[in-house]
């Protein structure tokens, strides 16, 4: 698993350095912005992933209900 602190982390100084270099409009630039929005949806599914039951293989309260019922006419 990575570490998505430190990869913001140095997309973020990337970030910084290529805008002031290139400037704010420069495809390099809007590469970073782009994979620092990245990382932060990552960052966000990460955390659902870890605080939910059903995503992180704990049990969850409720019980699986079938979708049909098992005396049901076809």
Known sequence: K???AAAELLYREALEVTRATLGGRHSSTLLSISILDLLHKMAEVD???????SLSG???KKPYKPLL???SRH
């Open 69 to 71: 019922a098992s005396n």
């Open 58 to 60: 704990k049990p969850t």
């Open 2 to 4: 990575g570490d998505l």
């Open 47 to 53: 955390k659902k992933w870890a605080t939910s039951p």
